[in-house]
């Protein structure tokens, strides 16, 4: 998938970085993730194909108008294709968000008289909405995506935008 989206023949992870690169008029040069080339380093054939099934889109917007957040939402989908929870971190999330949703109703119940933006049990509620709303696990893949490789480039022969 790299290849392709390089109008290359292959890709090596393993080149000598001393070289350097010699880009052409028209070539755009990217730096890739380290989270992106460790996956590709130790993805399955399969999971490879699965990827590029499931990035068409990402792909295509990186040919149309080559840019550093279309190369990041490229890392994104097709590192994230294949991750799968596992059923006790499904049980414990699912858990956890129930006894949030549980306190903010307990905190609503007319009898408590909890409805002034003073009362700290107001911002407790407002904080166990965000616990249980915000996607902490995209947020961090998305953030784990940032560090670079300084030694790998992702050069897009003849795409610049004049």
């Known amino acids: 998938m790299l290849a392709e989206n390089a109008d290359a023949d292959w890709v090596s992870f393993e080149g000598d970085s001393s070289r350097g690169l010699h880009p052409r008029d028209g070539d755009v040069d990217f730096p890739l993730s380290a989270g992106l080339l460790e996956w590709a380093r ?16 990402e792909r295509a917007a990186l040919h149309t108008r080559p840019t550093w957040t ?40 007319p009898g408590l008289n909890i409805d002034a ?3 700290p049990w107001t911002w407790v509620a407002f904080l166990g909405v965000i616990v249980t709303t915000v996607p902490f696990e995209s947020l961090f893949a998305l953030l784990a995506l940032l560090k670079q490789d300084p030694r790998a480039r992702l050069v897009l022969h003849g795409r610049g935008t004049s």
């Open 42 to 57: 130790t993805s399955s054939p399969a999971t490879v194909a699965i990827a590029g099934d499931a990035s068409v889109k």
């Open 117 to 119: 933006i003073d009362s």
């Open 70 to 109: 279309r190369m990041k939402a490229l890392a994104f989908a097709v590192t994230q294709v294949a991750v799968v929870e596992s059923r006790g971190s499904v049980i414990r999330g699912s858990l956890a968000k129930l006894a949030v949703a549980v306190l903010v109703v307990v905190l609503a119940l």
